[in-house]
């Protein structure tokens, strides 16, 4: 299988010794970071594993921190992502034979280094079961809710206008309190702007051809923060510029 992994700061250690007991087995296995045991906020980095497992980049994705909690809410919060917080064998197990779980997170500092390695070789190993779970995992994945009695609809549809309405504002707050507030790529380059700080990561060693999604014109002007909307080919200028070694095709999305 191809798997990428990626954890924060205090999932570092049990990552890196996950790497070669997947390689072992015969995995691809492809590292979004973090490189260090140095603080770092998880969603930069789970949030990109998630989305290109989404994408069919890679067969599944495995991601850690202190609690592993905060990590499957972030992936989550991807369509087409089904991440299991597994804490022993028989969860992963039933992750796999109930809920297809594509995405694996574990909590660094709740189980043993022995524990963490037996439940990613049982989620990796479990075939899911199908049949009555298929139609469950269905639901999960399904884009409209579903009303239940008279009257949710006009509930749902104020609660979305209300939503609209303070849009506007919940931007703008998102952007004073975050200090990363903008992800352009994935999988191997992630371009972050505060404040305050700028930065960069790409992965050095990937020589390979790849593809970069980046937002449509369309998509930067409704969905990035207000300080990059006059900014576009500045930022991704920046951004190639980091990529001369490596043979890219950008595709916007």
């Known amino acids: ?54 994408r069919g980049e890679y067969d599944r994705g495995i991601v850690l921190g202190g609690s592993g909690n905060g990590e499957a809410m972030v992936a989550n919060r991807t369509s087409g992502v089904r991440c299991a917080l597994c804490w022993s064998p028989e969860t992963a197990r039933l992750a796999r ?19 963490a390695l037996e439940i ?18 269905n639901q999960i994945d399904q884009k409209k809710p579903v009303t239940d009695h008279p009257g949710q609809r006009e509930k749902d549809e104020k609660r979305v ?5 303070d849009a506007p504002r919940a931007s703008s707050a ?26 960069f990561q790409v992965d050095p060693e990937l020589k390979r051809p790849s593809i970069i999604h980046i937002p449509s014109p369309e998509r930067w002007s409704s969905e990035l923060p207000e300080w990059a909307q006059n900014r576009r080919e500045e930022i991704l200028e920046r951004v190639k510029s980091k990529c001369a070694h490596m043979d890219c095709e950008w595709k916007e999305y």
């Open 1 to 54: 299988m191809k798997i990428i992994i990626g954890s924060d700061h205090a999932g570092y250690h049990y990552k890196e010794k996950i790497k070669p007991f997947l390689k072992e087995k015969g995995h691809e296995v492809y590292d979004f970071g973090t490189d260090s045991d140095n603080p770092v906020d998880y969603p930069l980095v789970v949030r990109p594993v998630a989305v290109a497992v989404a």
């Open 174 to 199: 998102r952007s004073d309190r975050d200090p990363y507030d903008l992800l352009i790529t994935f999988r191997y380059i992630k371009y972050m702007e505060g404040k305050d700080t700028i930065e």
């Open 161 to 165: 206008d209300k939503k609209t309405q």
């Open 97 to 115: 034979t109930h809920n297809d779980a594509n995405m694996l997170s574990l909590g660094e500092r709740m189980i043993s280094l022995k524990e």
């Open 120 to 137: 990613v070789q049982v989620w990796l190993e479990t075939p899911f079961d199908g049949g009555r779970h298929l139609r469950r995992i």
